[in-house]
């Protein structure tokens, strides 16, 4: 007998195939067709079949934030019930479920068809968060148990006023203890982690650092044994492979794929089955045709994001777009400098950092419209005002600053960056000071001509700065900011506070003070 376990990942709300940034986009992604590929891998199975959500599916995307934060009620349900014509089996919570707070996330869970299960996120009492930890299934004779996992990277949203009671333990110290017990209870064992790997799949080596915590998949498996397969997610990575003999998925991004493993089962003399092989593979799902149930489901819906992101609310007096987000970087534009006035006004702050998120925006076209909003500040995290030392942005610069590297005598991208995952948000611009990150000097000693209001920066000076909420929490390994130097928050996600400013001034002006540089001087040239 083949058991069968399709699972999807990190769909962030992608239902049609655009990333919005172009009204009607045709892309090679969607839930609507990793759907339609779930769909005709179950109709050409010969066994049981299981399918599984890996998590982050509820925020990400312009119509996940137009449901949450447009819609009116706000209610979950619009998105929920699109997700819902694929009858999962089970669902596991990712990280990004919790943005937009966990009364949101419990209306959407109490929406959706799906068992959400959920081993290591806890109540203060030590119970599941949400949803149980684990779920037996009965296919066709065979007991299959899934165990849902989360990354750390959740408790990077757990001192928000709107995520309450979040606890954490880590994948590998709960599974260490799930396995054993289910164990003998099943004939096939899954794990869903929605998080990924730390170390290279192929020699072991360390790719981020074990101390962190957010990607435990390689120890998992390492030092667990008993599992037949796992499902992993969040790194947004295409995987589909064999780790220490345990089959291994991760279907990517959006719902370019579908991830799909294949389990051989034998029966036992005592009437249960065994796992005597198994294999990995991606479901590619760019050329899928649509699944007829989400079209129907969700058309009206895409009409109505699709109208709204159209709204024109401002023009612009000069050019706030740029070709190339790579350049954008190196030089400051008119968009760039034009958030961090708005966070700086909205805030109250002395300086401000933000950042270019993905390589997809192109700045503010001229009228602004909530569309470029939307593809351009792709997060609906709020903002925070820290109080920081001088010495707190020192740190705070040298780290930024790691996102470059010198190849061929060449600024380029630190690899870092981008593999495993794509991280180019956690590359900063700051307005408010003047500096210079010289990447021919070695990390920590590359930020010359630091200056505020002309004088250099002390180490004993303090500042306010405007930060993302995630920044400002410690997100992205900037461990000099914490929660404790928040001295006040703006809950209001980042777009709406674009939309609303420009609401409030429909002729803005483009200007760029290019207060920072990025170059490559050696100490003898």
Known sequence: MKLTILSTSDTHGFVFPTNYVEKGADMPFGLIRAANTIAEAQRNSTGPVVTIDDGDFLAGSPLAYYVARVHPGNDPFALTNIYNQIHYDVGVLGNHEFDYGTNYLEHAINASDRTIINANLLDRAGRPLMGQRYRIIERDGVRIGIIGLTTKAVVQWKNRADVHDVHYRSAVSVASELVPFLRPLVDVLIISYHGGFERDLETGKLLTSLS??????????????????????????????????????????????????????????????????????????SQSTYDPAILTQSKALDTTVDNWLSEPLATITGDMTFDRAEDARITETAYTE?????????????????????????????????????????????????????????????????????????????????????????????????????????????????????????????FTIALNRYRAGGGGHYHMFKADKIIAENKTPMSQIIADYLRRHPQVNATVNHNFKVIATADDD
């Open 338 to 462: 034009f958030i961090q006035k708005i966070q700086m006004e909205t805030m109250g702050a002395d300086l401000s950092a933000t950042s270019i998120f993905n390589n997809e925006g192109h700045g503010f076209e001229n009228p602004i419209t909530m569309r470029n909003i939307m593809t351009n500040y792709v997060y609906p995290d709020g903002l925070a005002l820290s109080e920081i030392s001088g010495k707190d942005l020192k740190q705070a610069l040298e780290q930024t600053a790691h996102y470059f590297i010198l190849s061929n005598h060449q600024i380029v991208v630190n690899p870092a960056y981008y593999t495993p995952k794509l991280r180019h948000y956690n590359y900063d611009m700051y307005e408010g000071v003047d500096y210079t990150i010289n990447v021919a000097k070695p990390m920590g000693h590359r930020i010359e001509n630091l200056t505020y209001q002309g004088r250099p920066v002390e180490d004993s000076q303090h």
């Open 212 to 285: 962190t915590g957010e990607n435990e998949a390689y120890q998992l498996l390492q030092e667990v044994p008993g599992i037949d397969a796992l499902i992993t997610g969040h790194q947004h990575r295409r995987i589909a492979t064999r780790l220490f003999g345990v089959p291994v998925t991760q279907p990517g991004y959006r719902g370019e794929a579908v991830g799909k493993i294949t389990l051989d089962l034998e029966p036992t003399s005592n009437q249960r089955y065994t796992v005597i092989g198994g294999q990995a593979e991606l479901l590619d799902a």
